[in-house]
């Protein structure tokens, strides 16, 4: 059974270009997490998201940076216009339902690096 | 929401002693406890977790303990081991409108001294 899955890996756009970063779910998991992590920091929660449904966006900016997963396909986390303070480690996170006690399991993380 | 704090931020351990990382959660809501080792560039990975019925729960050289009254909980590693380094982040699930996430400690970084 495949974890969860990102890609690209690594990615390196320069200021002003978009970036899409992409994440596939566990088998059977419909509910996906987007974290952002700084260097040395730790997991800043982003968005949450169900199959065609965004759930909570309370961590996500407003400005440039938004967030999909449709009904065939991966979860897209797109920031527009990247700047070099969007440079971290992008991780999504897959669990099988929502509600309280859900596992969440960590795909292996997307580095964004902008120039 | 949520604030869930965790102390220290750094600690080192001569290898065989024990380690231990505690958590404060402030919504007492929240039911779920899990605790995550992250390894330099590598992803974050469920090592333990507890839910509100228990107040601790072990698994070899893991052991989680819960207060509910105080909002606290912690991570026990014992007769730590150079494999144990790594970043502990623990969590605590957070009420949404109609769902839950989790909201993460800062991070403690351990060292195991050989």
């Known amino acids: 059974n495949a974890g969860v899955m990102q890609n690209p890996r690594h990615l390196v756009r320069r200021r002003g270009q978009e970036a899409r970063l992409r994440c596939s779910p566990m088998?059977?998991?419909?509910?996906v997490y987007w974290y952002r992590q700084l260097p040395e920091e730790g997991l800043k929660f982003m968005v949450y998201l169900q199959k065609e449904n965004i759930i909570d966006e309370s961590g996500m900016p407003k400005e440039r940076f938004s967030a999909e997963f449709p009904k065939e396909g991966p979860s897209i986390l797109r920031i527009q216009q990247v700047v070099r303070g969007d440079s971290a480690a992008y991780f999504c996170a897959s669990s099988q339902n929502g509600g309280a006690q859900e596992t969440q399991y960590f795909g292996p993380g997307t580095r964004l690096l902008v120039l | 929401g949520e604030n869930v704090e965790q102390h220290p931020s750094t600690l080192s351990v001569q290898e065989g002693d024990s380690a231990v990382i505690k958590c404060t959660y402030s919504?007492?809501?929240?039911?779920?406890f899990p605790w995550y080792k992250q390894e330099l560039g590598k992803r974050p990975q469920l090592i333990i977790d507890?839910?509100?019925?228990?107040g601790e729960k072990k698994d070899q050289r893991i052991a989680v303990t819960l207060n509910k009254t105080a909002k606290h909980f912690s991570l026990h590693i014992t007769e730590t081991q150079p494999e144990d380094s790594a970043v502990y982040f623990c969590?605590?699930?957070?009420?949404?409108?109609?769902?839950?996430?989790?909201?993460f400690g800062a991070g403690t970084t351990v060292t195991v001294r050989a």
């Open positions: 507890i839910r509100s019925n228990v």
């Open positions: 969590a605590a699930s957070t009420r949404l409108s109609n769902d839950y996430k989790l909201s």
């Open positions: 088998k059977g998991h419909s509910h």
């Open positions: 919504d007492s809501a929240s039911n779920y």
